[in-house]
């Protein structure tokens, strides 16, 4: 089995960003030719919150694949909601 395959990947989008949209990012990540694209496809998306915030936006995982949706931040995450962001990679990798 090729090492690539058990890879884990995140992927955040912002919720606001107009340059690197949701759903054009959602559209690429549905496209892939994946062994579990069909399993992918077919996962519900999952609220999730960060830091006692009743909702910090949604996020969509299927094996190694994740991807976080950051409710009220746009292209600059980080920047837009900083203490999400960082609860989530912490998340991510302490997990």
């Known amino acids: 089995m090729n090492p690539l395959y058990n890879l884990q990947v995140l992927i955040y989008n912002g919720q606001n960003d107009y340059l690197v949209n949701t759903p054009g ?45 950051i409710r009220g931040a746009g292209h600059l995450a980080p920047v837009d909601q900083p203490r999400t962001v960082w609860r989530m990679l912490n998340n991510y990798f302490l997990n």
């Open 25 to 69: 990012v959602l559209s690429y990540l549905n496209s892939l030719e994946w062994q579990y694209a069909k399993e992918w496809k077919a996962r519900p998306k999952k609220l999730w919150t960060a830091l006692g915030s009743k909702n910090s936006g949604w996020y969509k995982h299927y094996r190694n694949l994740i991807f976080v949706n």
